[in-house]
């Protein structure tokens, strides 16, 4: 929480915790008796930068109050992200509605190569370097879900299993 002095906010360290980007910003309209009603629907993604990631999408009757919703939502909903070497442990699928994201990790130096809201997850998730590909479907909120599914997936390099079990007579 920051403390107040005066009329000026002081920062304090938790302020700065996470890296916030507002990814989409969506009028949406409801028609009533008078005509339409409008209000804002905003995609945000939330991380750290070390291994957290998180996506909140929400509403609000203005573009700040939407934008806070999406980011106190995207804080909630974090997944942390299995990481080896700047680049995640193994290629990694995931479909959500008509969105299908497909990422694979890439060698230092590559960078990223991914584009949209993938590119934006992968970047405040703090991975460096991934090949990524978007099939189907371009819509922004189903891609971010489909992206975080995938990074859900991943496995850390310990756990897998590499050798077949001998059988023991």
């Known amino acids: 929480m920051a403390q107040q002095r005066g009329n000026r906010r002081m920062p304090t360290s938790e302020d700065k915790q996470f890296d916030e980007r507002v990814v989409n910003i969506n009028r949406v309209a ?27 999408v929400s509403k609000g009757s203005d573009v700040t109050v939407a934008v806070n919703k999406a980011t106190e939502a995207a ?31 890439a060698s230092p130096g590559t960078g ?41 997936q991943l496995t850390p390099e310990a756990n897998w299993i590499t050798k077949k079990p001998t059988k023991k007579s």
């Not at 409801?30 to 909140?56: C, H, N, S, T």
């Not at 990481?83 to 990790?105: S, W």
């Not at 584009?115 to 099939?135: F, T």
């Open 30 to 56: 409801r028609v009533v008796k008078g005509g339409r009603r409008f209000r804002f629907q905003a995609l945000v993604v939330v991380g750290d930068r070390k291994r957290g990631v998180g996506v909140g």
């Open 112 to 152: 990223l190569m991914a584009g949209g809201v993938v590119r934006v997850i992968l970047e405040v998730a703090g991975i460096d370097n991934a090949l990524s590909k978007s099939l189907g479907s371009s819509n922004k909120i189903n891609c971010a879900y489909a992206t975080i599914a995938a990074l859900n």
């Open 75 to 105: 804080k909630k909903k974090m997944i942390n992200v299995n990481m080896a070497k700047g680049t995640i442990p193994h290629e990694v699928e995931a479909k959500v509605g008509g969105a299908k994201i497909l990422i694979i990790p």
